[in-house]
């Protein structure tokens, strides 16, 4: 069974604090991952999406990398509005069709 | 671009009664969009595939009679809670599905049923 585990659950860093969030991922055929970031009260926003081990792509703070077990999303030097929750996904080929499996996502709040 | 919307962003119905929330993509057309439910602080649950011009797929346990979608056009996906109850009471996000299987979310609709 194709599972997607995120962690930690929950972090807090102080603004300026650099930090990585992981997203592990068990699947047979991966099709590619993808990073979201979701406010309280509101839809997900696409970020990345990343096809192949050792794929990276950036934009602003963030920088997201792939590995063929699991995913990081990188946040440098985080301001209070990067506070959010972050959500991985998942496609798969294997009997998936165009379903995205999520993760249970990692709630970060930056203070200042 | 890539740009979805949901109307209502908010519903307060009466038990029994059926709620309609529409999913429109803006700027390109979708010939699959998804429906999803999400509780407080749980990740996103998906319900159903919509396929525009076909019948929709349901998920495990969701039931298609209570849940009806309809995907007539490649713009506009709608989710009709019928006989809505209290443990109905969610948030209800749709998306669509862009030229490289990313998913373009909506804002979501707050649906609670009194």
């Known amino acids: 069974e194709d599972q997607v585990t995120q962690s930690p659950e929950a972090l807090r860093l102080q603004e300026g604090e650099s930090s990585s969030l992981n997203c592990s991922y068990t699947?047979?055929?991966?099709?590619?991952l993808f990073w979201y970031r979701q406010d309280p009260g509101k839809g997900p926003e696409f970020l990345f999406t990343l096809y192949s081990a050792g794929e990276e792509k950036e934009k602003e703070r963030l920088k997201a990398t792939l590995t063929k077990k699991e995913s990081f999303l990188h946040i440098t030097a985080p301001k209070p509005e990067d506070s959010a929750t972050y959500l991985c996904a998942v496609h798969v080929s294997t009997g998936g069709g165009n379903k995205l499996t999520f993760g249970t996502g990692t709630q970060l709040k930056v203070e200042l | 671009g890539a740009v979805v919307s949901q109307h209502p962003s908010r519903v307060i119905c009466k038990s029994g009664t059926s709620v309609k929330i529409e999913c429109r993509s803006l700027d390109f057309q979708a010939t699959t969009m998804f429906w999803y439910r999400q509780f407080p602080k749980q990740s996103l649950m998906l319900m159903a595939t919509s396929n525009e011009g076909s019948k929709a797929t349901y998920e495990q346990g969701v039931e298609k009679d209570k849940f009806l979608i309809n995907h007539a056009s490649l713009t506009l996906s709608t989710l009709t809670v019928t006989s809505a109850h209290p443990e109905d009471s969610s948030f209800y996000i749709c998306s669509a599905k862009g030229g490289w299987n990313e998913q373009f979310f909506g804002p979501g609709t707050r649906l609670t049923v009194l």
């Open positions: 699947v047979s055929g991966l099709r590619g």
